[in-house]
């Protein structure tokens, strides 16, 4: 079985400034994506990006990148240039790739971000 | 495109009520699922389809039916609410089950108290 642990229930910071969110995972497969959903306020939960395993290269969107580490199964999301809208939950996803029989989401517990102005 | 919509926002049972939670979605999806969002827990498969016809279930399905007649439908049927279902629930959606276009779109989330 698939498990998603983010160890960080809650971190602040200050507006413009950079954070990191920590995930790691556990799985025996070698084929799978990594997300980093974000969850405000309004419970719409939000995709901000994506990283598949194959991949050696960190994906990147705009102020947000994810620092992926196969080997120590780590997928940390760093936000830089913190804005106040950034404050969300965010949460950190694995997902198997299961071909025809479908793909399931496993989620970590979840980090409350709050960016103070 | 409406994305994922789901109805009703909120919705208040009384335990041994039986309810429908329902969820569509205009993308031309073939998969789609239900979680529960619970404090702490993050959010948790409770069932899903991998086509109009199939269903099958996630980690928690006990207590909840669901039913894929169309590609754009899969309603979550509470048979028996009890307190224990009190939760938000989240239903997603994405193009298959596997390769690059497997980004799963959620809906806004029903909010469901059973008392």
């Known amino acids: 079985a698939q498990t998603v642990t983010q160890s960080q229930p809650e971190m602040s910071v200050q507006e413009a400034e950079t954070v990191t969110l920590s995930c790691t995972y556990d799985t025996s497969e070698s084929n799978y994506y990594l997300f980093w959903y974000k969850q405000p306020p309004s419970r719409q939960m939000i995709l901000v990006i994506r990283?598949?395993?194959?991949?050696?290269q960190n994906a990147t969107e705009n102020r947000f990148s994810v620092n992926f580490q196969k080997a120590a199964k780590s997928f940390s999301l760093k936000i830089s240039d913190s804005q106040l809208g950034d404050t969300a939950m965010y949460f950190c996803?694995?997902?198997?790739?299961?071909?025809?029989?479908?793909?399931?989401?496993?989620f970590g517990e979840g980090t409350q971000l709050t960016v103070n102005p | 495109n409406a994305g994922v919509t789901q109805t009703p926002k909120f919705q208040v049972l009384k335990t041994g009520q039986s309810m429908t939670l329902q969820c569509a979605q205009d993308m031309n999806h073939e998969y789609m699922s239900w979680y529960r969002q619970d404090p702490g827990m993050g959010l948790r498969l409770i069932h899903y389809s991998v086509g109009a016809g199939i269903t099958d279930q996630g980690e928690v399905p006990n207590g909840y039916n669901v039913s894929r007649s169309t590609t754009e439908d899969f309603p979550l049927r509470l048979l028996s609410a009890a307190p224990s279902q009190t939760s938000v629930y989240f239903c997603?959606?994405?193009?298959?089950?596997?390769?690059?276009?497997?980004?799963?779109?959620f809906g806004p989330g029903t909010r469901l108290t059973v008392l």
């Open positions: 996803a694995f997902m198997w790739l299961r071909g025809t029989s479908g793909s399931r989401l496993t």
């Open positions: 990283q598949e395993a194959y991949k050696q």
């Open positions: 997603a959606s994405s193009y298959s089950g596997g390769g690059t276009t497997d980004t799963q779109y």
